[in-house]
């Protein structure tokens, strides 16, 4: 009886060994499987995102036809256009794709008063327009780009697109409410969550320095909109501490122009930077999901994972950006 007894719990030892054995395989099955579906989508999402910069790069030809801005929407976000509008600009051509016309003499002021309708406007966007009809026209299309995030859309139908007609009116720039409150400095770190009124700007250095970290933290929080999600953190997440780093910078014009690969870096060199004050990045950035994703971004800027870590410790001195 105990020999029956002791071959039966010896069978039942081996077949629970040999369950566990094909437990195990098909969970290593599965993390593989799962691993290669992370990476797929990455890889599908970095696509995605260096077409957009191809369009972009279409953009800036002086020959871009009806037809081409309208079947690009699809394939881009309403901060790529304008990326594109900018980087006409600072190539001295009308910021509208379609228009072949070059900038003439550009205002250096910020605000126009209509003599016609007795308004103020601000047109810091309008400069980057031959005439007030390309200006709004740009704007109408601008408007019309879906706000889905690119890898998001493989569901939704495309936009239905219409461009302006020539002989339509055009617009001077945004028209400014103002109020009696002057510029002040959380009025520049979060502009996409800030509604309060329009205020006059200062018109001294102060303004300057304000008016150019804006232009950086517009830029990061672009591109950063792009990455922070596949490191499964929130723009809430790092903004506070994004602002404080920038509030050490130090501006000048040349130091805020970079285009879009190259803003794309500087993001990514900050949040390695961020990750020394905040526990929440710095463990995000330590997951192997966020470290494939960074080093395929790095890949498609051409860089590799040595570069990057060579740009973390150097970047900030070499750009002269921290204030001394």
Not at 262 to 270: P, R
Not at 286 to 315: A, C, F, R, V
Request: with cysteine.
């Amino acid at each position: 009886m105990e020999t029956e007894q002791r071959r039966r719990s010896d069978g039942s030892s081996k077949t629970s060994k040999k369950n566990d054995k094909r437990l195990k395989a098909k969970s290593a099955e599965e993390e593989a499987k799962r691993r290669e579906a992370i990476k797929e989508a990455l890889r599908e999402k970095l696509e995605l995102e260096k077409r957009a910069r191809q369009v972009v790069e279409r953009l800036l030809d002086d020959s871009v036809t009806e037809d081409f801005l309208i079947d690009c929407a699809r394939f881009i976000t309403p901060a790529n256009y304008k990326d594109a509008v900018e980087e006409r600009f600072i190539a001295k051509m009308c910021g509208y794709p379609v228009c072949p016309s070059k900038l003439g003499k550009i205002p250096t002021q910020q605000f126009k008063i209509s003599t016609k309708t007795n308004k103020v406007y601000d047109i810091t966007e309008r400069k980057c327009f031959c005439s007030n009809f390309c200006y709004k026209a740009s704007k109408e299309f601008e408007l019309q780009i879906s706000k889905t995030p690119l890898w998001l859309r493989q569901h939704e139908s495309p936009p239905e697109i219409t461009l302006m007609k020539k002989g339509d009116s055009g617009s001077s720039g945004e028209e400014v409410k103002l109020t009696e409150r002057r510029l002040q400095e959380e009025d520049i770190e979060n502009p996409l969550i800030n509604t309060r009124d329009p205020v006059l700007p200062l018109i001294d250095s102060q303004a300057q320095h304000l008016i150019q970290k804006r232009i950086t933290v517009e830029k990061l929080t672009s591109c950063l909109r792009n990455i922070v999600g596949s490191l499964r953190l929130t723009m809430s997440d790092i903004s506070t501490d994004l602002n404080n780093l920038v509030r050490t910078f130090r501006f000048t014009n040349t130091n805020i122009s970079h285009k879009i690969p190259e803003w794309t870096l500087i993001a990514v060199v900050l949040l390695h930077l961020l990750s020394e004050v905040s526990p929440l990045v710095r463990e995000a950035l330590k997951m192997p999901s966020s470290t494939e994703y960074l080093n395929t971004l790095m890949e498609d800027l051409g860089l590799q994972e040595h570069d990057l870590l060579d740009l973390i410790w150097k970047y900030p001195a070499m750009m002269n950006f921290i204030e001394t």
